[in-house]
């Protein structure tokens, strides 16, 4: 079993990783609560697979679990879901000695991990998240968060588990187009802070290697996010990093309604449109963009920018909630495995993008 422990300013928590660990999870669990309620969140599909096994498995250890079973899919980081999340909780008698399981991908383990920041003030939360995205990003960092209808995760707060739960072979199940997803976050952490981790994805021949050594990855990019997440727990420095594609990429997404392209697919373009643009700036090594288009392509992730108006895009980052005042920050990267934050004046903004969209 690999285990990282990640420092936060409101106590350390432990990620572990282990193939087969959903099983196993009951006796986990008893290492780090004694209580009896538990109530696990979780969406349909995710439910369908494995919601036998984590109630089997608890029922084991003992427990009393409850399942509240929300809609697959990014509707259900919304208020509605959360006021039927809090009312299930209600019912169950959740108090502040029990414990809240976020079972899914990134939408549940938000969704879910901001009811348990809040319902009561708090109930300790164990993320136990079931897509490669959740694996390597939003399980990690304590960031929970749900959308209103003007914008995604705008109503959020730090809220650090228990403990992280990871189970690589869950994957198994995932489509190809979330595992991709998952890819473009994998790809932008070797991208950022490890050459050795980028150069190693571009050597898989094909799915079946990939994920026999899944694990492996997945442990490279925790404790690639512990380390930033520790030294800058708030996101006002070093965790800028992680953005690295995220500011176009963000901009794709909204222009699409968050309709065409996924999350990954979006930051990939991202990646690949801010590298060409630190090229042609002279800040990143000439063939860079090369590499990151290459790897793109592997992965299935689309890297060229699409049709979309120039002004539009410039709108809607000089609108997004990080970008506020004359200038903003992008994440560069130097060379494969080196990053840095650079700041661009608002004014600027438009001729590089008109660099990049063409
Ligand atoms: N908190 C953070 O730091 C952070 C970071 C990045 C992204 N996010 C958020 O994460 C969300 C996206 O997460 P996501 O991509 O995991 O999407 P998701 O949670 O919607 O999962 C994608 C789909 O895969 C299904 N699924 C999940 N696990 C499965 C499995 N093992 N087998 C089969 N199907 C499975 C889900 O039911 C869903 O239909 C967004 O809302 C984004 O804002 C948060």
Redesign the pocket.
């Known amino acids: 079993m690999y285990s990282i422990e990640v420092k936060a300013s409101s106590g350390s928590y432990p990620i572990y990783i282990k193939n087969g660990l959903l099983d196993d999870i009951g006796v986990e669990v008893k290492k780090i609560y004694k209580g009896s309620k538990i109530a696990i969140v979780t ?4 439910n369908e ?2 919601g036998q096994r984590i109630i089997s498995s608890l029922k084991m250890s003992g427990y009393e679990p409850i399942k509240i079973v929300v809609k ?3 509707e259900s ?1 919304s208020f509605e879901t959360l006021l039927e999340v809090y009312d299930k909780l209600l019912d169950f008698k959740i108090n502040r000695g029990d414990i809240i399981i976020a079972l ?7 969704m879910a ?1 901001f009811a348990a920041s809040t319902f009561l003030r708090g109930i300790p939360l164990i993320q136990i ?6 694996q390597v ?5 304590g ?3 749900v ?1 209103l209808p003007r914008g ?2 705008l109503v959020g707060s730090f809220y650090m588990p228990k403990a992280v739960f990871i189970d690589p072979l ?6 190809d187009r ?1 595992l991709n ?2 890819m473009g ?1 994998v790809i932008k952490y070797g991208a950022i802070k490890d050459n050795e981790l980028f150069y190693k994805l571009m050597k898989y021949e094909n799915k079946e290697a990939l994920l026999k050594e899944i694990d492996k990855i997945i442990y490279t990019c925790c404790s690639i996010k512990a380390a930033i997440v520790e030294i800058d727990e708030k996101d006002t420095g070093e965790r800028m990093l992680l953005n690295y594609g995220h500011t176009i990429g963000h901009a794709i997404e909204q222009f699409y309604n968050f309709k065409k392209y ?3 697919e979006a930051v990939a373009m991202g990646m690949y449109s801010i590298t060409k643009l630190g090229e042609e700036l002279g800040m990143t090594t000439v063939g860079t963009s090369t590499a990151i288009k290459d790897i793109l392509i592997k992965y299935n992730l689309p890297w060229m920018f699409p049709e979309i108006n120039c002004e539009d895009v410039i709108e809607t980052i000089s609108h997004d909630k990080k970008n506020i005042g004359e200038s903003m920050n992008f994440i560069l990267i130097e060379s494969i495995g080196n990053s840095f934050i650079e700041k661009i004046n608002k004014t600027n903004i438009k001729d590089y993008l008109l660099g990049v969209i063409k």
């Open positions: 969406d349909s599909t995710v697979f494995y697959a899919g990014e980081k899914g991908g990134g939408v549940v383990g938000d991990g998240p079931t897509t490669l995205l959740a990003d939003s399980s990690v960092g960031k929970v968060a959308d995604k995760n869950l994957l198994g199940t995932l489509s979330f997803d998952g976050e996924s999350h990954g």
